[in-house]
């Protein structure tokens, strides 16, 4: 496990130091100085502690010895493969199909996905958290969402 711990925090120090250098290329907020970059770079640089510890940990050999295997087969494991593509799909079709339209397929997916079956419900928590999610955006905040075909 030592390797795998080593590779692991490797690969979590240059995601880390990837996100803080593109987050340096965010505009910068002259009223409250913290603008756009401020909470990936908090984000970032928690991961580079954590990536960081979990490199000393396996060089100490203090690594857990065996980690549990995963099966493909295992339900929880095709939710959350199927949330990941369903989510790469949600990023993809965003500017085409709009923030309304395609957030509320996807909420109404992954509930669907959870194996929530009150449609009803299911219409109406996705409807709802995307228009508040969209004000928030567009009138407090003062930022456009993608409007797609409708816009």
């Known amino acids: 496990m030592k390797k795998a711990d080593i590779i692991a925090g490797l690969l979590g120090l240059a995601l880390s130091f990837y996100i803080i250098v593109q987050s340096g290329k965010f505009p910068e907020d002259h009223v409250l100085l913290l603008g756009p970059s ?3 770079r908090i984000l970032a640089g ?53 923030f309304i339209v395609d957030t509320i397929v996807y909420l109404m997916f992954l509930m669907y996905l959870l ?18 999610v969209y004000y928030v955006f567009k009138v407090a905040l003062n930022i456009a969402l993608p409007l797609g075909f409708w816009g």
């Open 38 to 40: 401020f909470f990936p």
């Open 46 to 98: 928690l991961m580079v502690v954590m990536s960081t510890v979990l490199i000393i940990k396996a060089l100490l050999g203090k690594s857990a010895p065996t980690a549990e295997k995963l099966y493909i087969k295992d339900p929880g494991i095709q939710r959350s493969i199927i949330t990941l593509i369903a989510t790469v799909i949600y990023l993809l079709l965003l500017k085409r199909v709009g």
């Open 115 to 132: 194996k929530l079956r009150d449609y009803l419900k299911m219409v109406l928590v996705a409807v709802g958290v995307t228009f508040a």
